[in-house]
DNA sequence: TATGAATGAGCATTCATTCAT
DNA sequence: TATGAATGAATGCTCATTCAT
C-alpha cells in the first residue's frame, strides 16, 4: 500500500462529545475539515475522516453542507483582510509588510499553520477551487494593489508583488527552502521591502 | 519553442505500430503520463488512462515502473538544465532572463505547456511529489544561484528571486492572473531584472 | 443524474396554517404521501419529500404511521366503490361501463390522475403492496363480480373481464400505448361492451 | 428492519467457479441479473447481490456492463420472437392462442417464471424500463398484430387484445388472483378465443 | 407532543493493483 | 512476456429511522 503516506494522526481537538447541537457539530465539521483539507488537500481527504474528527456520522457532512466540495469552499473561506488599501494610510511597504506577515510567516492555526491561499493552491488543480482563488486573489488583494499603485503597467507590477508574496509562501510551506524557511520575518522584510520600492518609485531610467 | 531548445525530442503520437519493443512501449508510457500528470494532476488521473493513450494494457504500468507514484516520479523528472552557472559566462540578469522565459513564458511541449515545476507543484500535496520539487528546486536551481550570487544572506536572496519566479509561473498558469498573463515576455523581463538587480547590486543603505 | 426525471415541484397547496392539529396532520402527510407515491412509486419517494410537502417534520411519519411502509398503505387505500353488484339494478354492460371510466379513463385527482389501482401496480414488486392489491382487486372488485355472472368457470370469466381492464389501465397510463392513449371513452366503450357480452352471454357453440 | 421481505436466497445456478473466463462471467453475471430483478425489479436488487449470486465481484459488473441500468437493460432483453404476422400463415386466434401461453401461461425460468414483459411492468417507474417496455410492446408485437387486423380501430382493437393478455400475465403472476392462477391452459384460451374472435369479426351491428 | 440532530447501513461506482494464463 | 480478468477497499452520497430535548 502506497498511500501510507496519508496523515492518520486523530483530531487535535474533539474537546467534547457535545450531542445535538446544530452549531457546535458545524462547526466542529468546518474545524476538522479545515485542518484535513490543508495537510491532506481536497482529494486526499475523505468525507468520513473529517467526520471522524469531528466525531460525528459523515452523512452529517451532507447535511449541513450539501457536499465535500461545499464544505472545502466553506472551510477555506476567510474574511479577506480589509487591510491593503482600507484602514489608517501608511505606506505601501507597510502594507506589503503586513501581507509578508499574513502570508508567508504568519502561524494560520486553523489551516495548519499555512495561509488559506496556500492550502488552496494545493488543491487548485479542481476547476472550482481554482476559481475561488483566483476571485480571493485577484479580485480581493490584487485589485486593490494595483489601485494603490499608479502608472500604466500597475496591475502587472501588483501582480509582481502578489507573486513574490504567494512564491515565497510556496517556498516555505510546500517546497520547504531552507534559507526561507530558517529565516526571520525581520531579516526578509528588509529584502521585500526593497523589491517593492524598486517596483514602486518610479525610475527615470527604464532601462531594465 | 523554448528559449534553451533543451528538450530532447520524441514522437508525438505513436499511432500505430502495433509490436513494439520493450523501450519503446516504456516511452510511451513515460510520454502518456507526463502529459496527463501535467493536464489532470496525480490524483487526477487514471493508470488506465494513461495506458490507453500509450495503447497497451494498464498491467504493464505496473511492470514497468512498480506503481503509480513511480510512474509519476519518473515521468516528471527531466535533467536540470546546466543553464544557471554553467555554460559560457553570462550577467546574471541574463541568466535570470532565461529562467523566466523557461518558467513562466516557456511552451514546454512535452508537459502540456507548462514547466515542469509547475507541473509538480500542481501535485506536491503528495509527499513523494513535494520531496522531488524540493529536491529539484533546491539542490538543483537554488543552490547554484546562491553560490553566483556573493554576501551573507546570498541563499535567502537566491530563493527570493526563486520564489518571484515560482510565483509568477503560479500565477500565470495556475491562477490565471490577468495581467501576467496578457504580458509579454518583453514587458517582463524589464521589470524582473531590475529586482534581480536590486537584491544583487549591493546597497550602501541598508534600509529595507 | 439520470433520475432527473423525479418530478421536485413543491407541494401545490399546505402553504400557511401553520399550527394544526393532529388530525389536520395526519390528513396532510396521507395527502402528500398519496400524490407522491403515485407519481413517484414507493421506492422513488423518500419520507422527507412527503413531510415537507405536508410542511412536517419527517420524524412525523414515524410517529403517526409507523413505517413508511405503512403510511403508503394507508395512503392508497380507498373505500372500495359499492357501484358494482349494489346499487340500483343496471345491465352488467352498464357496470363494466362505470368500471372502464373508473379505472382506465378516470381522472383521480388524489391520484395523480390514476386510479389507485394502477398506482400500487407500479410498486407491486414490494410484496406488501402486492397483498394489499391482491386484497383489493380480488376479495373486492373481482367476487362481486363473479357472483353477477352465472356458469362454472364465473369467477375465471371475472377475471378475465377485470384483465382486460387492468390491461388496458396499464397499456394507458404505465405504457403509453398510442391509440388507447388517444381513445375516447366512448370509441372504447363499444369495443369493451361486445368483449363483456362475450363472455356473458351463453353460446350454443362451445368452440373456442 | 421492514426490509425483510427482500428474498436472500442463494443463487440456485452458480455452477462452478469458473474462472478468468470472461464469456462464462458475463453470462454467469447476466443470468444472476435476470432472476434477481424478475424477482425484486430495479431498486430492489444490488449489484452486491447480483455478483455475490454470481460468485464474482461487484466491480465486474461495471467492467462488463457499464453500470446497473445497462446489465438491467441487457438482462430483460430478449429477441422478440417474430412469430405474429410471419412463419406459416395461420388463423389470428392460434396466434394469439400462441401469445397467451408464452406471456400468461410459459413458464420462463430464466425470469423466475414470468415473461419479460410482466418483469419489466414491475420496474416500469424508470423511465429508462418504461421506454424499453414501449419499445417492446408497441413496436415489436402490437404493430404486428394491428397490421394483420383490417378496418379503421385497428390500432385500438389490436391494443385491447394486447391489454387483455397483458392484464392476465398481471393478474396470474403479479396479483395472483385465484381463478387464473389455477386455470389450464386449455380453460383459458377458449375464451379468449372467443373474445379475440369477437374483435376480429365484423360486426354487421354496430352495437356496444 | 413535536422537532430536528444524529445515526448507520446501504447505495452505485471507481481505482490501483494482483494474478492466472 | 504481456494480456486482461479479477479483486477489494475506498469513494461520495442517500435513506429510513431513532433519540434526545
Known amino acids: 500500500m502506497t498511500y501510507a503516506d496519508r496523515m492518520t494522526e486523530a483530531a487535535p481537538s474533539a474537546p467534547s462529545p457535545r450531542r445535538r447541537d446544530r452549531a457546535a457539530t458545524r462547526a466542529a465539521l468546518l474545524e476538522a475539515a479545515r485542518l484535513r483539507f490543508s495537510r491532506q488537500g481536497f482529494d486526499g481527504t475523505g468525507v468520513r475522516e473529517i467526520a471522524a474528527d469531528a466525531g460525528v456520522d459523515a452523512a452529517l457532512v451532507f447535511r449541513y453542507f450539501g457536499s465535500k466540495e461545499k464544505l472545502y469552499a466553506e472551510a477555506v473561506h476567510v474574511e479577506i483582510p480589509q487591510g491593503l488599501t482600507d484602514g489608517p494610510p501608511r505606506p505601501l511597504t507597510r502594507v506589503t509588510d503586513e ?68 512564491g515565497m509562501g510556496v517556498m516555505r510551506s510546500v517546497v520547504g527552502s531552507p534559507a526561507l524557511t530558517e529565516a526571520t520575518f525581520d531579516e526578509t522584510r528588509l529584502l521585500v521591502a526593497r523589491l517593492v520600492r524598486t517596483l514602486t518609485e518610479p525610475r527615470a531610467d527604464g532601462v531594465g
Open 99 to 166: 501581507l509578508l506577515y499574513d502570508v508567508v510567516f504568519g502561524d494560520w492555526e486553523k489551516f495548519d499553520g499555512e495561509h488559506p491561499l496556500l492550502v488552496m493552491l494545493r488543491s487548485a488543480h479542481r476547476p472550482a477551487v481554482r476559481d475561488q482563488l483566483r476571485d480571493r486573489l485577484c479580485d480581493g488583494y490584487l485589485r486593490d494593489f494595483a489601485e494603490r499603485l499608479g502608472g500604466g503597467d500597475a496591475a502587472l507590477r501588483a501582480e509582481l508583488i502578489g507573486a513574490l508574496l504567494l
